[in-house]
């Protein structure tokens, strides 16, 4: 059965060097000079351009030769950003000789061009597996499996990828594709005909997402057990093209100041030389060498107990940045992703230094993101209390300005100690945006021996006030805030909230998430009303109403999961940008005031089918999608379009 191509197409071009536009935040502002690298030997795996605006990026192989990435869809399947590529000399860069082109990541994408029916997945080196018909499709990715599918370049396609018209099956799965047991928490890459389990903690070092594995619903019986992947691996993390199937374990020498052991990878026999004229040295690190029967660089801890604890909205983590004298109590901690997923247990000091920026440490994510700790007390320790605020809410929810309004902090009994008294409690100090109120709180706690707040429980401090100004608003409180209260954790005492205070008389109302007029369709009409929403919509909850919403906005729509809830909008004032006649706009900043925002996106939603930012014949959220991930790049920003509206 042919295939039906239900697949969202980019920008159809020929091959293209990969453009990398480093810009500052004030659109129109010169770039800063970048600073040029004079070194000539470079590691296998570092990422190279020479030249700024239109350069290609290259990766250096284990060959020593340099492979070029063709476009920023293969860049994006290996890397999140490009916070990581050297800029060189072009002198430098002809050093190293053309070994050819990256192909996609291993299990991250399926592909297809504009000359074919055919949808594949990709293996080791660019091998294709031909996906005969969407039962195929469905039963290794899921029925949303179009949304992975990506067009390259039929010229990149021919030239750079193994196209040998196998089949993709459960006993011809992808060399190097992540695969999960259907039903079951375990995770292999396929090998050498061998399936090797996926420790938790490499799957960041080594590149690998859950998302991206393919189902099914036993491992076949044609692979064999291979040695687990517990660390990182050069040939899975980085495109390795034509690596041996011998692998080396050695000691790579420290990138950051801490790391005085440095790191046990495992690397291809052919990288081998390469890596020990950087000085890393062949075996395993001493740190690893003595953890492999007995954790001796663990710190002991023969009584911990397990606290969870809810995202704490500072960054005090991350300002830690690799020190962990501030917190001998932590004996490990887990962070719970976005996904739902818990990471491993991570023992700080040991093995947490963050994969992405590595000048701190995983524990940087509890800013954002649900935890849980390990604290280390001995056996003749007392309890000691915790409280923490919780959350802070406000009576009505949606303010007008000059309007009475009551914001209640909840503060919460996290520990296992109940309390009798206010102590800790009251010694808090608050930062209300824009609040007019008196000095002292309308309501306050009355905790006492008759009267005691157990643990689990929560009390409130309420302020009655009105706001003076309209706009965000960014209400902290903190708790203990003077130290008279000795605390188990005194990390959870500051805690912030936005709130949006509207125009006195505003009138907002409630919208869906999706489809914000209510005509039963998701497209381009519900993105002109959602750029009129002031700082209401903020869908990745950083406190921001802007074009990262919009993207996840254009990512999301049609998912009846993501689309469940409502929000309150309130409309900003009516601008001038209505169009009589068809006209010639910036791509990225329609209507010419110097700024790319929402301003510009309420006029691109009414340009009828004449912005195709993908090139696939038509105006849709799609479109909206690709603009809010590039409008800050000057390159993709170049061109002009005519706007019809």
């Known amino acids: 059965m042919k295939m039906k191509r239900n697949l969202i197409k980019l920008l159809s071009l020929a091959v293209l060097f990969l453009t990398i536009g480093f810009t500052s935040n004030n659109v129109g502002a010169a770039p800063e000079p970048e600073l040029i690298s004079s070194q000539s030997n470079y590691e296998v795996g570092t990422l190279l351009k020479a030249g700024a605006k239109g350069a290609a990026v290259y990766q250096i192989g284990s060959d020593g030769k340099k492979y070029v990435f063709p476009d920023q869809k293969t860049f994006n399947t290996w890397h999140d950003d490009f916070s990581k590529v050297v800029p060189v000399s072009l002198e430098v860069l002809d050093n190293y000789s053309d070994g050819g082109s990256v192909t996609f990541q291993p299990g991250t994408k399926l592909i297809t061009h504009r000359n074919t029916a055919k949808v594949y997945a990709v293996g080791k080196d660019g091998e294709v597996f031909y996906i005969p018909n969407e039962a195929t499709a469905r039963k290794f990715y899921g029925d949303e499996w179009y949304k992975i599918v990506l067009d390259i370049d039929p010229g990149v396609f021919a030239v750079s990828y193994k ?272 609040f007019a109120t008196t000095p002292l709180p309308g309501r306050i706690p009355t905790t006492s021996e008759t009267n005691p707040l157990r643990p689990g429980e929560t009390t409130y401090i309420t302020w009655t006030g009105h706001f003076t100004s309209v706009g965000e608003k960014r209400l902290e409180m903190e708790v203990n805030a003077n130290g008279e209260l000795e605390e188990s954790d005194n990390t959870n005492n500051i805690y912030s909230e936005y709130v949006t205070v509207l125009a006195a008389g505003a009138d907002p109302v409630l919208l869906a998430v999706c489809d914000h007029n209510g005509d039963g369709v998701r497209n381009l009409t519900d993105v002109s009303l959602f750029s009129e929403c002031a700082g209401t919509f903020d869908a990745n909850g950083d406190g921001v109403h802007d074009l990262s919403d919009l993207s996840l906005y254009g990512a999301n729509n049609q998912s009846n999961t993501w689309c469940t809830n409502s929000f309150m909008c309130e409309p900003e004032e009516a601008q001038n940008t209505q169009q009589t006649s068809t006209s010639t706009l910036a791509i990225c900043d329609h209507n010419g005031d110097g700024l790319r925002n929402l301003s510009d996106v309420a006029l691109f939603a009414e340009c009828v089918d004449t912005f195709d930012g993908n090139d696939d014949g038509v105006h849709d959220l799609s479109d909206a999608s690709l603009y809010s991930s590039n409008y800050q790049s000057n390159t993709w920003c170049a061109s002009d379009f005519v706007c019809r509206p």
């Open 163 to 434: 196209i040998d018209e196998q089949e993709l099956s459960e006993n011809n799965l992808p060399e190097e594709s992540l695969v999960q047991v259907e039903g079951s928490d375990d995770y292999y890459i396929i090998e050498n005909g061998q399936k090797r389990k996926v420790s938790i903690e490499a799957f960041g070092p080594n590149g690998l997402y859950r998302k991206n594995a393919l189902k099914v619903k036993k491992m076949p019986a044609i692979y064999n057990d291979g040695d687990d992947v517990v660390n990182e691996e050069e040939d899975i993390a980085i495109f390795d093209p034509g690596a041996d199937d011998s692998k080396v374990i050695i000691c790579h020498k420290p990138t950051v100041a801490n790391q005085e052991d440095g790191e046990t990878i495992k690397v291809s026999s052919r990288a081998l030389a390469a890596h020990l004229a950087h000085g890393d040295v062949k075996g395993a690190c001493p740190s690893d060498e003595e953890d492999d029967d007995s954790d001796n660089n663990i710190p002991s801890c023969s009584n911990p107990r397990i606290v969870d604890k809810v995202a704490l909205r500072t960054k005090y983590w991350q300002d830690l940045g690799l020190d962990t004298s501030a917190h001998p109590e932590i004996y490990k901690y887990q962070i719970q992703w976005f996904s739902g997923y818990w990471s491993p247990w991570y023992t700080p000091g040991v093995d947490d230094v963050d994969w992405k920026l590595s000048n701190r440490r995983v524990w940087s994510y509890f800013e954002d993101h649900n935890y849980r700790m390990k604290i280390c007390r001995g056996t003749n320790d007392p309890l000691l209390p915790d409280i923490m605020v919780s959350d802070i809410s406000l009576e009505p929810s949606n303010p007008a300005k000059d309007a009475t309004v009551t914001i209640k902090v909840h503060v919460k009994n996290s520990g296992q100690v109940t309390l009798t008294d206010t102590k800790g409690i009251l010694s808090g100090a608050r930062h209300f945006q824009d």
